[in-house]
């Protein structure tokens, strides 16, 4: 069988974001003709024409450009954390003894090494993995801390693993990068001199990982370097704790000179009437940000019509155009309604005048509508004209779930398709709880929905059911498929030898077993009474069984056969005892009977996955 339509137009929706995402691939591969570094070439502020190219790009682009670092292991010697899952647990189980360990800790670095007081506090106070891997060393002895001392005494330890796991490296990052042939923190000045510049200055002790990471080279200059960098970010007209916030986020400013991409976002900035500090209080430190790619972004808004005071306005209203992402998600955007026909002056008129919403949720609630769209069917050129004159309202406005908004409108997929292209509004008034019934009664029924309609009316009341009753309401809602088919699998049941009332009322109880077809239906009941061997009248008692997976019930009943053989259960309880509870309470009731309970579970649970993962 091939693929669906559904799956088929899901393809095509989310191949319109690939198709932006290319344009984003083309931006990486421009960037990347100039070393960074260096700072002696200067390329070009944009290219020309930006919002033409763009569209040139996505269609014509047909591959995007990925890079690969490869990141070697160190070696090193002494005193190496071998990290595995356990030894995270043993601080939070023995308090007093980890305590004894980071004073032990603490007296070592200080009084047996010589690193400051201040220094040694926050490594000993801030590696708890290290700590952990101590106290396996000497878990045994009764005095915990003069057993780590005497430790001490005899193996001295790495302490470049400590110092990096307390600013915030992992253990996987830290052994990237361990000193090759160095110990001691003393051996490594410049490491540790630069360290205290950026503590003085005021960076969290925590937050310096990150820039190690991202920038090493700034730790192996001299200290004045640094000290000097950060004076001339202040001269650029920014406040220490924006200073702050832009190195722990773009650590790369650190490396060479004054960023001159950095510099130029700023006096763009200051050109639109946007203050220098400003960005100090948008910025988030948990972020990296690319400032060559909020360079393209902005030239694009200024080929798109803004002036440079009504930009600064929209930018200072909406900094998540320009930061998230840095700016990538705007050409996510753009890139999604250039390919669905968007214009410039239809781009224009969204950004102009965007709804008072966070750009993050706003492209949330987008992809959301889109889905939505898809999942009722809806045909891709009717997706395209959506998107495009409800673009607005399909990012400010969080839909419900397609189903949810069938039960609620009491409507099919094909007629919510009709509602949505005559009016898409009702999409944003039903989101917003407001009635929109009045404009779902109007349209008008196809000859097949009112037969299919009128069918299951007649079949609910041979069941029993009042016409027009709420409780007929609610059933036609719950049975689900068309009123003949309805007929049919009841037909099916009661030609197996079940008793008429019988199937009435088990289906009463529980529509969903209706709702399934009759191969379906044919499978689960040839499973009960010829695999398992119970009566197709255990069905009556326990309908539900029905509406379980052949999978469900042969792991479960498998698990309960095996304590049965070891005399652990009574030897038949009925099925609703087996397949009612929920997974926490059947590994209470049944797994844990056994002390190798658990260990077979899991192995039945693994062998049973091709067989979940294919049906």
Known sequence: MGPSLKSIRRFRVEG??????????????????????SGSQKRPFVTKNLLGSAKNLIFRHNSTCSSVRHLS?????????????????????????????????????HGTRGIQFADAERISKHCPVFLAKLLKKVENEDN????????????PINEFEPFFESIGLTSDEISSFLPRYLMFLSDDKELIENYHVLCDYG????????????????????????????????????SKSTIIKVVVS???????????????????????????????????????????HMLVLLQFFLELGFTKEALGDLIQRQPGFVLDDSGSAIFLLVGLLLKSG????????????????????????????????????????????????HTEMLGSCPLKTPSSTINGLCVGPKQLCQIIK??????????????????????????????????????????????????????????????????????????????????????????????????????????LTNDLGYPL???VAFPSFLCYTVQRVSLRLSLYNWLKDRGKVKCRLALSSILASSDKKFVKRFVNLDPEGPKVWEDLKNSYKPALSSS
């Open 342 to 389: 968007g214009t410039k002056k239809k781009l224009f008129s969204l950004f102009s005048q965007f709804p008072n919403v966070q750009f993050g949720i706003f492209m949330r609630n987008l992809w959301h509508g889109l889905m939505f769209l898809v999942e009722i069917e809806m045909e891709t050129a009717d997706i395209h004209k959506i998107l495009l004159s």
């Open 250 to 292: 773009s650590p790369t400013l650190l490396i060479g000179g004054v960023n001159d991409e950095f510099v130029k976002v700023l006096e763009e900035l200051e050109n639109m009437g946007i203050h220098r500090d400003w960005i100090g209080g948008v910025l988030s430190e948990k972020n990296a940000y690319n400032w060559s």
């Open 422 to 527: 005559e009016d898409p509004d009702q999409l944003k008034k039903y989101a917003l709880g407001i009635n929109v019934e009045p404009k779902v009664k109007p349209i008008a029924k196809s000859n097949e929905h009112e037969q299919s309609l009128t069918e299951k009316r007649k079949f609910l009341v041979h069941l029993g059911f009042i016409e027009d009753s709420k409780e007929m309401k609610k059933a036609l809602t719950l049975y689900r498929g068309k009123g003949n088919e309805l007929q049919d699998r009841y037909d099916f049941l009661v030609k197996l030898g079940l008793d008429p009332n019988d199937v009435s009322n088990m289906i009463k109880v529980y529509p969903h077993v209706l709702n399934q077809k009759i191969d379906v239906l044919e499978r689960k009941i040839s499973f």
């Open 16 to 37: 319109l974001l690939e198709s932006s995402r290319i344009y984003l691939g083309c931006l990486k591969t421009w960037k990347s003709t100039t070393s960074r570094a």
């Open 203 to 238: 960076i969290a002790h925590g937050k310096i990982g990150s820039i190690y990471k991202e920038a090493a080279e700034v730790f192996r200059c001299h200290f004045r370097d640094l000290e000097s960098k950060l004076r001339a970010y202040e001269g650029l007209g920014l």
């Open 537 to 539: 009248s255990s069905l």
């Open 73 to 109: 292991l160190v070696e090193f010697r002494g005193f190496c954390t071998d990290v595995v899952p356990e030894e995270s647990q043993t601080i939070s189980q023995n308090t007093r003894a980890v305590a004894e360990v980071q004073a032990a800790l603490l007296d070592y670095l």
């Open 144 to 155: 915990i801390g003069k057993a780590i001392s005497r430790f001490f005494r005899y193996h």
